[in-house]
């Protein structure tokens, strides 16, 4: 069964009509021990069959261990993007996205096809002069309206600097990261271990917050 209604896909060739340059998927999986790697496999799958300019690269967590470790992958399901060169830009997905974090991927895909964060002028010039490693970690869930905003704010920010990775983490596929990072509500967002923001905040306020941690 379909994963995609006819619908969806109509929509989304016309969302990706203009996609110039090709954005690859790499899907990191083990479904005997994921509970929903079969079903993000076959999200992506039908995904990247919509435009040519999509290419799913597909590998598995434990006998593709040295890719894995390549790319900082710990946990499946796992999406990393790339742009045509191969460029990582420590953008990651952890779960499956569904619901409204489909959205999400659907604005990454674009920003990497447009070869263009989109954040202020402001924000681009001070990830610019960042002189530490940032870790963000974005969680979610599939049914929550505010949470693609806030996974594709923190994607913008590693996109724009290679001082900053971004990770997407449905909290109730992984319930141990939840109860280690205090998520009670979503979206959370932990920078760096010592950071927190809460709820979908303006871009500025998450910069501030950025820079603390730094």
Do not use: W
């Not at 060169?85 to 990454?108: C, K, Q, V, W």
């Not at 109730?172 to 990261?177: G, I, Q, V, W």
């Amino acid at each position: 069964m379909a994963m995609l209604r006819d619908s969806d896909r109509e929509a989304i060739r016309e969302r990706l009509a203009g996609l110039e340059r090709e954005v690859k998927l790499v899907f990191f999986s083990q479904e005997l021990e994921c509970r929903f790697c079969r079903e993000t496999h076959q999200l992506l799958d039908e995904l990247s069959g919509l435009h040519d300019l999509l290419t799913l690269e597909v590998y598995n967590l434990v006998t593709d261990k040295e890719v894995a470790e390549k790319y900082n992958v710990d946990k499946v399901p796992a999406i990393v993007l790339l742009d045509a060169d191969g460029t990582d830009y420590g953008i990651r997905y952890f779960g499956i996205p569904s619901g409204y974090e489909f959205a999400s991927l659907l604005e990454d895909i674009l920003m990497f096809a447009s070869d263009d964060s989109g954040l202020q002028p402001a924000t681009r010039e001070a990830l610019h002069t960042l002189e530490g490693e940032v870790h963000m970690q974005v969680f979610v869930t599939p049914t929550c309206p505010y949470c693609p905003n806030a996974v594709h704010l923190a994607h913008q920010m590693a996109f724009e600097s290679d001082k900053v990775r971004a990770d997407m983490v449905e909290a109730t596929e992984f319930p141990h990261l939840a109860i280690r990072y205090q998520v009670q509500g979503v979206p959370r967002t932990v920078i760096n271990e010592t950071h927190a923001v809460e709820g979908m905040m303006p871009e500025q306020a998450v910069l501030s917050e950025l820079l603390k941690a730094v």
